[in-house]
């Protein structure tokens, strides 16, 4: 599985949770868990519906989550990560 990032993407990630080292750790751990087996269901991946329904979310922690679209069988772009409701 490849990853690409949306040029928003890091800077998102930054604001919201710079200098969390608990949500970086937990952050990578779900990204190769999501690399070894997207339907993992520790990940709680579920298809957005709605003005969303081109993405893809999966949990982090907590409240925290990625917002992905695939881009092809074996690339995603990573979009959006943050609360619910910061992503929603």
Known sequence: MN????????KVYKSRFGGNQKVF???NERVAIFIEDIGNPILH???L???MREFWSFSIAGDVRVIYRVISEN??????IGSHNQVY
Do not use: A, L, S
């Open 3 to 10: 990853i690409i990032f949306h040029p928003n993407f890091k």
């Open 25 to 27: 750790k937990r952050f």
């Open 45 to 47: 991946n579920h298809h």
């Open 49 to 51: 519906t709605g003005t």
């Open 75 to 80: 690339q995603v772009e990573f979009y959006d």
